[in-house]
C-alpha cells in the first residue's frame, strides 16, 4: 500500500508558475505508474499527466501539453508537476495517483491510490 500527499498548490495570476510535488509513503514506490489528475468544481475528475514506474514514458493531456512536465524521483519517492504558463481554466483540485504495475493509465478508475489534493487558482 502507498500513501500520497500533494503540496505546492496555491493562488497564482496568468501567466505564472507552479511546482507540484507528491510524497508517497513505502518502499516500493517504483514499482508504482503514477498520475496526476484535476477536478475543476461542476467537473468531472480529468487526467492531467502520468509517468511511467521508471520516467522513461510520459503522457500529457492536450489541453496541457507544452507547459506541464511530469517528473519523478524514485529515491526520493517524489513525483511533480511542473505548471508554466499558467491559465484562468487550469484552476482546480490537483490530486496525485498511484497505479500498480509499469504502465500508466488515462482513466482515473485505474488508479489504485489518490491523495487528498491541492488547491491550484489561477487569476486573471
Known amino acids: 500500500q502507498v500513501q500520497l500527499v500533494e503540496s505546492g498548490g496555491g493562488l497564482v495570476q496568468a501567466g505564472g508558475s507552479l511546482r507540484l510535488s507528491c510524497a508517497a509513503s513505502g518502499r516500493t514506490f517504483s514499482s508504482y505508474a503514477m498520475g496526476w489528475f484535476r477536478q475543476a468544481p461542476g467537473k468531472e475528475r480529468e487526467f492531467v499527466a502520468a509517468?511511467?514506474?521508471?520516467?522513461?514514458?510520459?503522457y500529457y493531456a492536450d489541453s496541457v501539453k507544452g507547459r506541464f512536465t511530469i517528473s519523478r524521483d524514485n529515491a526520493k519517492n517524489t513525483v511533480d508537476l511542473q505548471m508554466n504558463s499558467l491559465k484562468p481554466e487550469d484552476t482546480a483540485v490537483y490530486y496525485c495517483?498511484?497505479?500498480?504495475?509499469?504502465?500508466?493509465?488515462?482513466?482515473?478508475?485505474?488508479?489504485?491510490?489518490w491523495g487528498q489534493g491541492t488547491q491550484v487558482t489561477v487569476s486573471l
Open positions: 509517468i511511467s514506474w521508471s520516467g522513461g514514458s510520459t
Open positions: 495517483a498511484a497505479v500498480t504495475g509499469t504502465t500508466y493509465y488515462l482513466r482515473s478508475g485505474a488508479y489504485d491510490y
